[in-house]
Nanobody
Framework: QVQLVESGGGLVQPGGSLRLSCAAS????????MGWYRQAPGKERELVAV???????NYADSVKGRFTISRDNAENTVFLQMNSLKPEDTATYYC??????????????????WGQGTQVTVSS
């Protein structure tokens, strides 16, 4: 049984930082591409960042230079470090695990397993 459990969300002021974590079980973690997506009310789910099994990364233009995705294969965990947060970053953030593919495929299609989501609210 595959489980993805996110943590680390919360309320933060603009300009602040948060670090999201996603602990995976039931998959051979090191062989999977891992990603973070987000969905704001009334909007479609969008890719935030993805990391392949060999550590290649890709980011949405809106978060480049502010967010960093990383993975710890020994701990079966993927992280999203979010700095310089803006109100428009407010959303539910979801962890995703899927069979590894070229970056071009990972950023253009949805597939795989999902976590339950963690809420990030950026507000003063």
């Amino acid at each position: 049984q595959v489980q993805l459990v996110e943590s680390g969300g919360g309320l933060v002021q603009p300009g602040g930082s948060l670090r999201l974590s996603c602990a995976a079980s039931g998959i051979r973690f090191s062989r999977y591409a891992m990603g973070w997506y987000r969905q704001a009310p009334g909007k479609e789910r969008e890719l935030v960042a993805v990391v392949t099994s060999i550590g290649s990364t890709n980011y949405a233009d809106s978060v480049k230079g502010r967010f960093t995705i990383s993975r710890d294969n020994a701990e079966n965990t993927v992280f999203l470090q979010m700095n310089s947060l803006k109100p428009e970053d407010t959303a539910t953030y979801y962890c995703n695990a899927r069979n590894d593919r070229p970056i071009a495929v990972l950023i253009s299609t949805l597939a795989g397993y999902w976590g339950q989501g963690t809420q990030v609210t950026v507000s003063s």
